[in-house]
């Protein structure tokens, strides 16, 4: 018997294929998505002007099993619907005024596909900017509008910050969070960084978890599926079913330190469909939103009949934190959504 999984991610704001947004990022080894910045000095860290990052729309297709490029898409810097929010139309090929120095127009290519992509080439933290800085990519998927959200956030600090960051590499090298008939194997690295450098630790001080927040279970090594090799995880395919949640966890004398990341598989003989009601993720706090999942298989597209599942709903802090298990369907409140600050909904079944 194989359990097979997929999360989704509301957020607030604001039948056929139900399009799953995400944002995928590319960064060089050793750089995060936290800019630290140094009142004294005037000093960034991470550099994004010597170690540029980029962006790229990774949303999944539940009709299809797969991850879709956008046909037509826009890049905003902080509300979409903003006045001078607007850096880039995939359609052309230069950034808005204003935007040059910091902003330009790439592509990323993983497992056979060519992504749209964001560059960062500057920085954006500064003086006169220490608030995060949220980047959206608005486009149409498959015939169906989604929107991607990622952020960069920005610290203003004289002190010692830090955090986890997590390379995840395919067995070619390059960022990848998907196994598919591309790429067999991920490999990830933790790395404990204070104020966006990295630091020198010992493999005892981390350890590796699968699941949810209140539902995580300690990574062992399992030779050919979940492979541990000091603080390095590498998961094969029988390490993730469908879409996965692990924890990277660094504790010493003074701390302890979790950061999570989200891996998928998708050449698996079946996979969920998560039936959201939905085309958006975004919802609304007098939204409802209602989950009828399938599990089809990958071959021809038939839906396996009389499938029950297991729903776990949590806020990232883990404040929020239900499972209902044995049902087809389930239904999430825009409220909930709204006071927890976003909400994953992690579907499993197992056949």
Not at 3 to 16: C, Q
Not at 145 to 162: A, D, I, P, Q, W
Not at 249 to 262: F, L
Request: hydrophobic residues 30%; charged residues 20%.
């Amino acid at each position: 018997m194989s359990t097979y999984s997929a999360i989704d991610t509301l957020v607030a704001i604001v039948d056929g294929d139900t399009i799953v947004p995400g944002m995928g990022v590319v960064l060089p080894t050793g750089v995060g998505l936290t800019q630290y910045y140094d009142p004294e000095t005037t000093d960034v860290t991470p550099n994004y002007a010597n170690t540029p990052i980029m962006f790229y729309p990774q949303c999944y297709s539940s009709a299809s099993g797969k991850f879709v490029v956008p046909t037509t898409g826009k890049w905003y810097k902080g509300n979409p619907e903003a006045s001078g929010a607007l850096i880039l139309d995939i359609a052309n090929t230069a950034v808005e005024s204003g935007y040059s120095s910091v902003f330009e127009k790439s592509s990323y290519t993983v497992n056979g596909l060519v992504f749209p992509a964001l560059k960062i080439k500057g920085n954006l933290a500064s003086s006169t900017n220490l608030n995060d800085v949220p980047i959206y990519f608005k486009g149409e998927f498959n015939g169906i509008e989604c929107m991607c959200n990622g952020e960069v956030k920005v610290v203003s600090t004289t002190g010692k910050e830090f955090d986890i960051l997590i390379n995840c590499v395919n067995e070619d090298g390059n960022p990848d969070t998907v196994i598919d008939n591309d790429s067999e194997k991920l490999e990830l690295t933790p790395q404990l960084q204070c104020n966006g450098v990295t630091q020198a630790t010992s493999s005892s001080n981390w350890t590796w978890y699968r699941g949810s927040v209140a539902a995580a279970n300690k990574v062992t090594h399992s030779a050919g599926v979940t492979e541990l090799s000091g603080e390095v995880l590498t998961l094969y395919d029988g390490g993730v079913e469908g879409t996965e949640e692990y924890i990277a966890v660094y504790k010493d004398s003074s701390r302890e330190i979790r950061k999570h990341i989200q891996v998928s598989d998708t050449h698996d003989p079946y996979y969920i469909d998560i039936g959201r009601s939905t085309n958006s993720n975004q919802v609304h706090s007098t939204d409802t939103v209602k989950y009828t999942p399938s599990v089809i298989k990958r071959t021809d597209g038939t839906i396996v009949s009389s499938a029950k599942f297991t729903f776990n709903v949590y806020s990232e802090d883990g404040t929020y934190d239900v499972t209902q298990a044995n049902v087809t369907s389930y239904t999430v409140s825009g409220a909930d959504v709204k006071n927890y600050g976003g909400l994953h909904v992690r579907i499993t079944c197992s056949i």
